[in-house]
Each structure stands twice: as C-alpha cells, then as structure tokens.
C-alpha cells in the first residue's frame, strides 16, 4: 500500500488511520519523525554512504564506530537479527526512511515511511506495516537540539533488548509540507517531559 503526502500531510487521514488501527489513547500526538540512520538503496553499496561513524553511533550506541565498509555493514546486520521485537527491528533498520508517529500514554504508534530520495514529498506511507511499541521497551532518551539549527531536534532511544540498539530520529519543530507537525511538536515536548518525569 502506497499512500503519498497528499493524504498523510492531512491530521483528519492520519487521525482515522490510527483509529483503525486500534492505536488512539486519551493523549493522542500525531508527528512525522524522519531516521537519522537512513540510507537511500541507490546508496546502500556506497561504503562512504553506509552507517559509518556518526551513523552506526547511532544504531549501536558508538561501541562500533570505528569500524569500517564491509564490516559495518555486517555489524549492523548481526545486530538487526538479535533483535526480538519487530518494532524495535522496524525502528532500527536503515532502510527505513521516516515514520507517522502517534505519542500515547501507553507507547508510541509508528507507521514506516519508505522512500527512494531523501525528500519527504517523495515519501510513502505504510500502515500495513504498523509497529506499537509501549515504553516498557525504551531503556532511556535523549532529546537535544542541533547546535544553529532552530527547526530540528534529535530523539535518542535506547532499547531493552540485550545489545541495546538504538534508534536516532530527526523531528522538525515545523514543516511546511506536514501542516499538523507545528503544533504537535509543543504537545510532544509537553508529553515526553511528562513521561521521563514518570519514569
């Protein structure tokens, strides 16, 4: 199922499709996040454009960073298959482009955006491959601005499973193409200040 911007840029489309997949709490944000680990296919073969430093820093908390080429690769690889939970697996592969996230009490929503381009209006949404993760599953967050750069904040999960993958997301204070993020984005820092506070 192939669903573009057009529909998924509207709050009313992405409201309903969460609705139907059973996925709405009595706090519902509704916010695209975009994998700051992800490559497009055309690259994936490009050792300069693989998850080399920075990139596999991310995926498995920077115990492998050094590595490099071939050997990332098949790092990163053996840690995807360790991995139990399909969401959690979904979260941390790097063929993932993005995601439509609704932010719950309970856990988190994430419907994958795949795409080719690193351009959002490219993007296509999924809901077939829906993932719910409650937050049992985060071992802990970070959430932190990039340095000059007032549209953009970087979420860091790590995960409970044994190796603690982690997933690294880039949200958009605001975005022009996605007319809900603005205002989902205060509701979502409100929202994960609460949470860590529980936690």
Not at 156 to 184: A, C, F, H
Request: include cysteine.
């Amino acid at each position: 199922m192939n669903i573009d911007i057009t529909k998924f840029s509207d709050i009313e489309f992405v409201k309903n499709m969460f609705k139907e997949l059973n996925c709405i709490g009595n706090t519902n944000c509704f916010l695209v996040a975009l994998n700051r680990n992800y490559v497009p296919s055309k690259y994936q073969n490009n050792p300069s454009m693989g998850v080399a430093g920075a990139k596999v820093g991310g995926l498995a908390g920077g115990i492998i960073g050094s590595a490099v080429g071939t050997a990332i690769n098949n790092i990163e690889q053996e840690l995807l298959n360790s991995i139990e939970n399909p969401g959690i697996k979904m979260l941390c592969d790097r063929n993932v482009y993005g995601y439509v996230m609704n932010v719950t009490e309970y856990g988190i929503g994430f419907v994958p955006l795949h795409n080719d381009s690193l351009r959002i209006k490219n993007a296509t949404l999924h809901p077939e491959q829906f993932k719910y993760i409650t937050y049992n599953f985060i071992k802990s967050t970070k959430f932190k601005k990039i340095p000059f750069n007032f549209n953009r904040k970087i979420l860091y999960i790590t995960w409970n499973e044994e190796k603690e993958p982690q997933s690294v997301l880039t949200i958009r204070t605001k975005d022009k193409m996605i007319g809900y993020q603005k205002d989902s984005f205060v509701e979502f820092e409100k929202i994960y200040k609460m949470i860590n506070k529980e936690n």
